[in-house]
C-alpha cells in the first residue's frame, strides 16, 4: 500500500514523500540519510520509516532528542497508522495511506501540483493550509501570508540570501521589517545557524543607534527575523545619488555608529560587516547600523564553530588586514577600522580599495595605506583625515583601542567645526 509522508511543520512544512512498497527512509541532517532535514534540533541519522509486508513500521535510530508517536516516545520498531503524527525535533509528519491522498491543487488558479513541486518545496500556504503555486506567487512577487503570525504588504529589497518586507505582526499590529531566508538557499546547518546568530547577537543590543530585533522563527519551510522597522535610506544608496557626502553630515553618522559599537562592545558583540549599505539613516539624521549576520562574541571566540579558522568573513572593500586572515579573532577594533573605511567612501565617494581582482585587493589592504582623503575632497579638514587614517593604521594595536575613544575624536571635531562656522 503506498503511504504519503507530508511535512506539516518544520523546515521541509508542505513537502511529501510517498513511500512504496518495500521502500524504506530514513530521516536526519546528514548527508547519508535519503530525506536530509537541515534542522540542528535533530540527529544526523534520527529515524527509519519502512513500508514492508508488515505494515508501515518506524524505529529511531538512537537520537538524541528522540523521536515521538502521537505524542509517546518510541525506541523499537513501532506500527504507524493513517492519521498518525511523527515527531522528531522541531518537525511533525502527518501519515496518510493512499486512499486518503487528496489532489493537490494551487488556491489561486486550481492548476494540479506535480510531485516534483511538492518534494521541492515549490510552493506557499494561505492562512488556512491551502496550497498556492510559484506561478500565482509571481504574480505578488511575495506570499503575503509567508510567515505565520504577520501580513506581509511590500518587499523592502532582496538579497543573494533572502528578502526583507515590511509587515505587520496581527497580534499587536506593529509595522516589522521581516528578513526572510528560503531553505532551498540555505545550503548548511552553519548556514541556518549563522542566520539565527544574528537574532540572538542583534536581540542583546537595545541602543537607539542599532535596529531592534523582535522576534525569529521558523514558518511554513521559511526563516525570518522581525525587526524593527525604520523609514529611511542606506550611506550607500546615499553614495550612489550624491557622491560625496556633507562633512557635517558625515561625522554625525560616525559618532552614532561609533556610539553603537561602543554599546556592542559592551556586550562583547563584534560586528565584522560594517559598510555603508549596514548604515540605515532617517529623514530626520538618526544612523542605524544594521545586519549583525556576521556579529560574534569575541570573548567566546572560535566556540560556536561557525567560522573556520582562516576564514574572512565581511565586506572586502572595509575589511581590516586581520579580518582576511582569520575573522575568530577580529574584535572592536576590527570594527574601528570598517567604519573608518566606510566613513573615507562617505567624504571622497571612492572606496578605499578597489581593484579588479582579488588577490590584488588582498595585496592592497594588506601592504597599502589607500589615497589620502583629501587627494579626492580638499574641503575634508586635516584633522579629521588623521583621525580617518588612525582608525584605517594597517595594525589593530596602532588604531583606536575601542570605540568611544574614535567617538570622542570624530565629536569634538564637529563640535570644533561647528563653533568656527556658527554650526555645521
Avoid at 504519503?4 to 521502500?23: P, S
Avoid at 509595522?175 to 548556514?191: C, F, G, M, W, Y
Avoid at 584605517?392 to 571635531?413: H, T, W
Wanted: glycine fraction near 8%; proline fraction near 4%.
Amino acid at each position: 500500500m503506498l503511504f504519503e509522508l507530508r511535512f506539516v511543520h518544520g523546515v521541509r512544512a508542505g513537502q511529501v514523500i510517498n513511500l512504496d512498497d518495500n521502500q524504506t527512509v530514513v530521516l536526519g541532517r546528514g548527508t547519508e540519510t535519503n530525506c536530509r532535514i537541515q534542522d540542528p534540533s535533530i540527529s544526523r541519522r534520527h529515524c527509519q520509516i519502512t513500508n514492508c509486508p508488515q505494515g508501515l513500521l518506524i524505529a529511531d535510530l538512537g537520537s538524541s532528542n528522540g523521536t515521538y508517536v502521537n505524542g509517546q516516545p518510541i525506541s523499537h520498531w513501532v506500527a504507524l497508522n493513517s492519521g498518525d503524527q511523527v515527531v522528531l525535533g522541531q518537525n511533525q509528519v502527518e501519515i496518510h495511506a493512499a486512499m486518503m491522498v487528496q489532489q493537490h491543487l494551487c488556491t489561486s488558479c486550481g492548476r494540479e501540483f506535480m510531485p516534483m513541486e511538492l518534494t521541492q518545496g515549490r510552493f506557499s500556504r494561505d492562512p488556512s493550509g491551502r496550497l498556492i503555486c510559484t506561478d500565482c506567487m509571481s504574480k505578488f512577487d511575495f506570499d503575503p501570508h509567508m510567515i505565520e503570525g504577520y501580513v506581509v504588504e511590500s518587499k523592502l529589497g532582496q538579497g543573494a540570501f533572502g528578502a526583507v518586507f515590511r509587515a505587520v505582526q496581527q497580534q499587536t499590529g506593529q509595522v516589522v521589517a521581516l528578513k526572510t531566508v528560503r531553505p532551498q538557499l540555505v545550503q548548511s546547518e552553519r548556514d541556518i545557524a549563522r542566520f539565527f546568530r544574528e537574532a540572538k547577537a542583534g536581540a542583546a543590543l537595545v541602543h537607539p543607534n542599532i535596529i531592534r530585533i523582535y522576534d525569529a522563527g521558523e514558518s511554513r519551510g521559511c526563516y525570518y527575523i522581525a525587526m524593527e522597522y525604520v523609514e529611511g535610506k542606506e550611506i550607500g544608496k546615499l553614495i550612489e545619488e550624491y557622491g560625496q557626502i556633507n562633512i557635517g553630515y558625515t561625522l554625525r553618522v560616525g559618532i552614532q555608529i561609533a556610539n553603537a559599537l561602543q554599546h556592542a562592545y559592551e556586550r562583547s558583540i563584534v560586528h565584522r560587516d560594517i559598510k555603508p549599505d549596514n548604515i540605515l539613516v532617517t529623514a530626520q539624521g538618526q544612523a542605524k547600523l544594521v545586519d549583525f549576520g556576521l556579529a560574534k562574541n569575541f570573548q567566546s571566540a572560535g566556540v560556536s564553530g561557525l567560522t573556520a579558522p582562516g576564514e574572512g568573513m565581511g565586506t572586502l572593500a572595509y575589511m581590516p588586514p586581520e579580518q582576511l586572515d582569520n575573522a575568530l579573532m577580529a574584535d572592536q577594533r576590527s570594527d574601528i577600522y570598517s567604519l573608518g573605511a566606510s566613513l573615507y567612501h562617505m567624504l571622497t565617494g571612492k572606496r578605499p580599495f578597489n581593484e579588479k581582482t582579488t588577490r590584488k585587493f588582498i595585496m592592497k589592504i594588506l601592504n597599502k595605506m589607500p589615497d589620502p582623503i583629501r587627494d579626492h575632497n580638499q574641503s575634508v579638514p586635516p584633522d579629521l583625515e588623521e583621525i580617518i587614517e588612525k582608525a584605517m593604521a594597517k595594525e589593530p594595536e596602532d588604531r583606536y583601542e575601542i570605540p568611544e575613544d574614535f567617538e570622542r575624536d570624530l565629536k569634538d571635531l564637529f563640535e570644533q567645526m561647528a563653533r568656527n562656522h556658527g554650526g555645521t
